[in-house]
């Protein structure tokens, strides 16, 4: 028995040795490994997979890609304070020689795209915009080959204090047409620096015209079709005291109460719709506000609109009535 005991700890003895050099040879070639892939700047992370090609500085910011992509690139494009929010925005273009699906990016479950300060905090993202669509949670779409799609974040929770976003990882899936495999990807931006709020663009648009605010089919003072969210004062006199940002929609407040809602696309202005008095449409000689008769409106020269309802339209401006009242005016996409 003490013989077989001594057999058996001797070829025990052995296996182990045999196991301990296999472990030094696989550790040896990994770290050898680890220190090539360094040296292409493809640094591996547990969470993200491995890096794809250099990291890229802009200023004190920092840029990489992690994971499996199928050929999505990523733009950044700004950093800027809105209101109480804060909004990024970025491109993310096809480099690739076929069509893209299902680039998602969300804020929820395991592929959440997540925004931190410099000490960790995570901050909440309530917007997300990518090509044509927006959502409070995640969005969906196909790059086309060749194409684009612009993005922006909205993020709440920064302090007014904080200059800058410690990081920033946008995780993103993607296809191609046909194939079964879903990619799972990463962009990950670091020490991203946040502009302060914007002021007017101009000294005219934000000041009060002596007969009170106009709307055009260009808009009203700075809240104008085309215009950078990021152009916009904190506040007009006499049109918005606040401007809350929603994912991609704007609520403008004067006196408590919403009187404008603007629509966003890739950080400009795509549509307004005005529901306050405190804007009113110029036709002739008269001008018409929310709450007036629509039959007087419908009535003046060069306004169109049906025979059978209350709604109308003058010089690009869209006129909903009801009961015999304007309701809204609305200008741009909504």
């Not at 700004?78 to 109480?84: I, L, N, S, T, V």
């Not at 302090?159 to 191609?176: D, H, I, K």
Request: charged share 20%; aromatic share 8%.
């Amino acid at each position: 028995m003490k013989k077989m005991t001594l057999v058996a700890i001797i070829a025990l003895s052995l296996f182990a040795g045999t196991l301990t050099a296999e472990a030094q040879f696989l550790k040896k070639l990994g770290d050898a490994l680890d220190k090539a892939a360094n040296a292409l700047g493809k640094k591996s992370d547990d969470a993200l997979g491995r890096q794809l090609g250099k990291t890229i500085s802009i200023g004190s910011m920092t840029m990489a890609a992690y994971g499996d992509n199928p050929g999505v690139g990523f733009n950044f494009g700004r950093c800027y304070r809105q209101g109480d929010k804060v909004v990024l925005t970025f491109q993310y273009p096809n480099q690739g020689n076929r069509d893209v699906e299902n680039v998602w990016i969300r804020n929820y479950d395991d592929d959440a795209t997540t925004v931190a300060g410099r000490d960790g905090r995570q901050y909440q993202i309530v917007g997300i915009a990518l090509g044509e669509r927006e959502s409070s949670e995640g969005v969906t779409v196909t790059v086309p080959r060749g194409g684009a799609a612009d993005g922006s974040l909205v993020i709440s929770g920064v302090p007014e204090s904080e200059t800058v976003l410690g990081r920033v990882v946008f995780r993103s899936t993607g296809q191609y047409p046909m194939d079964a495999v879903l990619h799972r990807y990463a962009f990950v931006l670091d020490n991203v620096t946040i502009e302060p709020q914007a002021q007017a663009a101009t000294a005219a648009d934000a000041a009060m015209p002596a007969g009170g605010w106009k709307l055009t089919a260009a808009g009203v003072g700075p809240v104008k079709i085309g215009a950078s969210v990021s152009s916009l004062p904190a506040s007009v006199a006499g049109l918005y005291s606040r401007a809350r940002i929603d994912g991609g929609s704007i609520y403008f407040e004067l006196d408590g109460a919403d009187v404008m809602y603007a629509e966003t696309s890739g950080g400009r202005i795509t549509g307004l719709q005005v529901s306050g008095r405190n804007v009113g449409l110029e036709v002739g000689n008269r001008t018409f506000r929310v709450g007036d008769d629509a039959d007087a409106l419908k009535a003046q020269p060069g306004v169109g609109g049906n025979s059978y309802d209350d709604d109308a339209e003058y010089r690009g401006v869209r006129v909903a009535g009801h009961d015999g009242e304007i309701q809204t005016f609305a200008v741009g996409k909504l």
